[in-house]
């Protein structure tokens, strides 16, 4: 059973633009986006650009290289106004209203709260500060209408028309240009609807992007890169299973820096497509073994001759190479990739 949904991603196309086309959607969210979100995703690109490619990297064994197999400096990274054309599509009815709702629910949700322990405690707080009947019946009243306002939320609605996106659409890889694009004013919308914050956020999207650049142009030992072609006729859910485990990866390397990283990328993938949150049905229990196994189907799905597409024997290489690493002697087909 194949992963991919058949259609082309729109960063499969030949040039990246300098910006995405201006939809009915971003004109709506533009009216009510907090202004700072922007500076806030471009301070933390600059800020953990270096750390996070060091970081994949490290995780995937493989130096970033163009077609030629020489070594480049990097992948250019920029922050990009607009949104990708799947979410514009699946929002495109949405009013300014409720987005201004969607991107402050939680800060509401926070006064609804407040308002009900004062409410709770108008006795002892009317024997401090004396008669506060016309208070209260404000803070009722107040009460009343923030629920009338979250009664008219859309969140579960629109997560459960984003969960079925099967493209990135907080940040993209071209593939063709060799370019990275963090889209901020989706970034802004997810942070607020998965009570997530616009850095963390942030820091999950550049690094999920940059493991598919590495996968993709990485060079191994032997100098071998994956054929641009061939990376673009593989299953989406191996392109995406490894963009995936690998940010796992470097997400719980990065606990200790950034604390609630990894539960913020978890619940990340809770949200979105299984695409996103397979990888996680492929080694099981043998973390020990895993880095490895991943790794060899990875340059035996990138280096093989045919090539090979699918993601059923994308995760069978994962599977036998598990059952080599917990043995004594490599199986025929290893030789040369994990055990010399």
Not at 317 to 333: D, E, F
């Amino acid at each position: 059973m194949t992963k991919s949904s058949g259609s082309v991603p729109y960063y499969h196309e030949k040039k990246a633009p300098g910006r995405l086309p201006v939809t009915v959607a971003e004109e709506r969210l533009q009216h009510v986006l907090a202004p700072g979100a922007q500076s806030v995703v471009s301070e933390t690109v600059k800020r953990w650009n270096v750390a996070l490619r060091d970081a994949v990297r490290g995780a995937t064994a493989l130096k970033l290289s163009g077609d030629s197999g020489r070594a480049v400096a990097s992948v250019p990274v920029s922050v990009v106004d607009g949104m990708p054309r799947p979410m514009a599509e699946a929002t495109s009815d949405i009013e300014p209203w409720q987005w201004w709702l969607i991107l402050n629910a939680p800060a509401l949700a926070t006064a609804r709260e407040g308002l009900r322990i004062i409410a709770d405690e108008r006795d002892m707080l009317a024997r401090h500060l004396g008669d506060i009947a016309d208070e209260m019946a404000s803070v009722d009243s107040s009460r009343g209408f923030v629920e009338r306002i979250l009664g008219h939320s859309i969140e579960r609605d629109l997560a459960e028309r984003l969960e079925g996106i099967e493209d990135d659409i907080l940040g993209a890889y071209w593939v063709h240009d060799s370019k990275i694009q963090i889209y901020w004013m989706p970034i802004a919308i997810f942070a607020s609807l998965f009570g997530l914050s616009i850095p963390m956020l942030t820091i999950i999207t550049l690094c999920h992007e940059l493991a598919h650049a590495y996968t993709h142009r990485g060079v191994d030992l032997n100098s071998n890169a994956w054929n641009t072609n061939h990376f673009i006729r593989t299953d989406n859910g191996v392109k995406e299973g490894l963009a995936q485990y690998y940010t796992d990866q470097v997400m719980r390397a990065f606990e200790t820096r950034v604390p609630g990283i990894l539960d913020a990328f978890l619940k990340l993938a809770e949200s979105q497509s299984r695409l996103y949150s397979d990888y996680q049905t492929w080694i099981g229990n043998s973390e020990e073994s895993g880095l490895e196994a991943v790794r060899y189907a990875m340059l035996e799905l990138r280096n093989s001759s045919p090539p090979l597409y699918d993601y059923e024997g994308f995760v069978e290489n994962i599977r036998s190479a598990q059952r080599v690493l917990g043995g004594t002697k490599p199986a025929p087909g290893l030789q040369g990739t994990l055990f010399e």
